[in-house]
């Protein structure tokens, strides 16, 4: 199958900034697992000891509420209570652990790896984009292999991208793809629309981590602020306990099971 450009002179333009605009979330992409491969066991760590802060602070309150009036607490109710208030911060935390969970499992490409994923996927993209050819999205097949493309760029799975550029040349023969005219509508407002993106995604995290990540002395300031960070709310954390202590031992909260 050939492509036949439009003749518009800004379609070479769209088309690199399409590219480029794929590399960039491609390398936020792996900034972000370097990120969260550096940090994120800090981060998860802080976050924890935080989400324990709000629960004795919510335990404080409602101790305090069952003060005003009689000092009589239902240990059961104030569980369900409790779970209800840290239930969207536990899911929070959750993701987190399963991100970082991912992210640690993340393999690592050689240079070499890197550089052949990006020459087969854009010799790929030219074919097949969904934003450069308009048969993608009419045909479930083409759609199938573009995934799966995606998929193998993410991972810069030389071997995958390799099978899928014999795959593509396959199905569009089967498909009786000829030459199609390409003709991108509104084609300066995309251009432009891509320039903002691109813009956007330099930016923006998890891109604008990239700079601190090879800065050693900036990841080494990163690990003593979490560090500190974690440090503090465990003070935090144990004040809150001692309130709490004196709350029960002064007498005025007294506990009622209710038995079923």
Same mark, same amino acid.
């Given at each position: 199958?050939?492509l ?8 070479e333009?769209y088309?690199?900034?399409l ?9 936020a992409?792996?900034?972000w697992?370097? /990120?969260?491969k550096? =940090?994120?066991?800090?981060i998860?760590?802080? =976050?924890?000891? $935080?989400?324990e802060?709000?629960?004795?602070k919510?335990?404080i309150?409602? /101790?305090? %509420?069952?003060l005003n009036h ?8 104030m ?6 208030e840290?239930? %969207?911060?536990? %899911?929070? *935390? ?6 970082? $969970? ?6 690592t490409s050689?240079a ?6 990006k020459?087969?996927?854009?010799? #790929? ?19 199938? *292999?573009w ?16 099978? *899928?550029?014999?795959?593509v040349?396959?199905a569009?023969?089967e ?11 509104d ?9 903002? +993106?691109? #813009? ?9 981590y990239?700079?601190? *990540? +090879? ?11 979490? %560090? ?12 809150? +306990?001692?309130?709490?202590r004196?709350?029960?031992?002064s007498?005025g909260?007294? =506990? ?5």
């Amino acid at each position: 199958m050939d492509l036949v450009r439009s003749s518009e002179t800004k379609y070479e333009e769209y088309e690199r900034l399409l590219l480029e605009r794929d590399q960039l979330l491609k390398d936020a992409e792996s900034i972000w697992i370097c /990120y969260t491969k550096t =940090f994120g066991q800090m981060i998860a760590d802080v =976050f924890e000891e $935080k989400l324990e802060c709000i629960r004795l602070k919510k335990m404080i309150s409602y /101790y305090q %509420a069952a003060l005003n009036h009689g000092g009589v607490v239902n240990p059961a109710e104030m569980e369900a209570y409790l779970s209800r208030e840290m239930a %969207a911060y536990q %899911a929070e *935390l959750e993701r987190m652990l399963e991100e970082q $969970k991912r992210c640690g499992e993340a393999g690592t490409s050689s240079a070499y790896e890197v550089k052949r994923a990006k020459q087969l996927y854009r010799r #790929l993209a030219k074919r097949i984009h969904p934003d450069i050819n308009p048969e993608t999205d009419r045909q479930e097949a083409l759609q199938e *292999l573009w995934l799966r493309i995606l998929a193998a760029y993410r991972q810069n799975d030389v071997k995958a991208l390799s099978e *899928l550029e014999v795959l593509v040349s396959k199905a569009l023969e089967e498909l009786g793809i000829g030459k199609i005219c390409v003709e991108i509508p509104d084609i300066e407002e995309k251009v432009e629309a891509l320039k903002d +993106e691109i #813009l956007e995604i330099r930016g923006t995290e998890p891109y604008t981590y990239g700079e601190l *990540l +090879e800065d050693a002395s900036a990841v080494e300031k990163k690990k003593n602020e979490l %560090a500190e960070e974690l440090e503090s709310y465990r003070k935090y954390r144990q004040e809150l +306990e001692d309130v709490i202590r004196e709350m029960l031992e002064s007498g005025g909260i007294r =506990f009622r099971w209710i038995m079923k």
